[in-house]
Nanobody, 118 residues
Framework: QVQLVESGGGLVQAGGSLRLSCVVY????????MGWYRQAPGKQRELVAS???????AYADSVKGRFTISSDNAKNTLYLQMNSLKPEDTAVYYC????????????WGQGTQVTVSS
């Protein structure tokens, strides 16, 4: 059974940086796509970045130019480098997978909390 374990969150001042990691257990690391979601208090979960098996990336407008998604297949790990953080980036961040190109699965880890102070 696939398990997603996120880490790397924390408290940072506005303008600072964090790197999130997501380790995938229980499956070969060759999904059609992987992505990072976030959920702020009182808001819906939103997709902020994704990467395909071929390495193509996509970003939400709100993070474009500041966040970078990447993966290390040898380590079964997905990353999200977050620079120039803003208070509105405060949220719980989750990774997710689209194994076969048919959509994101309903499989969520515990997430990692990112808090950006002004």
């Amino acid at each position: 059974q696939v398990q997603l374990v996120e880490s790397g969150g924390g408290l940072v001042q506005a303008g600072g940086s964090l790197r999130l990691s997501c380790v995938v257990y229980g499956s070969m690391f060759s999904f059609n796509a992987m992505g990072w979601y976030r959920q702020a208090p009182g808001k819906q979960r939103e997709l902020v970045a994704s990467i395909t098996l071929g390495g193509s990336t996509a970003y939400a407008d709100s993070v474009k130019g500041r966040f970078t998604i990447s993966s290390d297949n040898a380590k079964n790990t997905l990353y999200l480098q977050m620079n120039s953080l803003k208070p509105e980036d405060t949220a719980v961040y989750y990774c997710n997978i689209d194994p076969h190109g048919t959509g994101w699965v309903d499989l969520w880890g515990q997430g990692t909390q990112v808090t950006v102070s002004s």
